[in-house]
């Protein structure tokens, strides 16, 4: 069974920073492009970073661009979102989501807050 | 970017009835348009892919077609369990939602 597990949530204040976590099990994650999709609290589903399978190739949304690093640990398998200069419009729930075209397995996501 | 569109925003019907909701991208995304139905304090859930295939496990009474830049999903005959909110998404160039359509009761 395919499993996605994010951790590292929690309540941050504006510029500081955070680590996500995302474990993978019940598949073969060295093959799969993984990618991070947020959504804010009663909106809608934004697209946040996406990794090749070997992580050589690393995509983001503009609205983290410079901010946000996405990175894979296969031996792990495990993903990760390093998100910095944290600002209060990044409060939003992070889903790990496993990329086979479309999005065919999520996580169950993990809140991130944003505020003072 | 590709910005998607959905209508309505919001449906309300009664179990049994037929539902359609309507995606619009603003280019062409050819087939790559995937359907997600979220219900409330759940992740989204892949229904469609290919802007018509069925993912594992959904029942026949989804449906999808379309291609290019319109696109519908068709829930033949409304399931108490359906009643939720439903995204488009392209995935031919990056990945872009549309807003969601609501269907409720």
């Known amino acids: 069974e395919v499993q996605l597990v994010e951790s590292g949530g929690g309540l941050v204040q504006p510029g500081g920073s955070l680590r996500l976590s995302c474990s993978a099990s019940g598949f073969s994650f060295s093959t799969y492009a993984m990618h991070w999709v947020r959504q804010a609290p009663g909106k809608g589903l934004e697209y946040v970073s996406a990794i090749s399978s070997d992580g050589h190739s690393t995509y983001y949304a503009d609205s983290v661009t410079g901010r946000f690093t996405i990175s894979r640990d296969n031996s792990k398998n495990t993903l990760y979102l390093q998100m910095s200069s944290l600002r209060a419009e990044d409060t939003a729930v992070y889903y790990c989501?496993?990329?086979?075209?479309?999005?065919?397995?999520w996580g169950q996501g993990t809140l991130v807050t944003v505020s003072s | 970017e590709i910005v998607m569109t959905q209508s309505p925003a919001t449906l309300s019907l009664s179990p049994g009835e037929r539902a359609t909701l309507s995606c619009r991208a603003s280019?062409?995304?050819?087939?790559?348009l995937a359907w997600y139905q979220q219900k409330p304090g759940q992740a989204p859930r892949l229904l469609i892919y290919?802007?018509?295939t069925r993912a594992t496990g959904i029942p026949a009474r989804f449906s999808g077609s379309g291609s290019g830049t319109e696109f519908t999903l068709t829930i033949s005959s409304l399931q108490s369990e359906d009643f939720a909110v439903y995204y488009c998404q392209q995935y031919n160039s990056r990945f872009t939602f549309g807003p969601g359509t609501k269907v409720d009761i």
């Open positions: 989501v496993r990329r086979f075209g479309a999005y065919d397995y």
């Open positions: 290919g802007a018509s």
């Open positions: 280019q062409s995304v050819s087939s790559n």
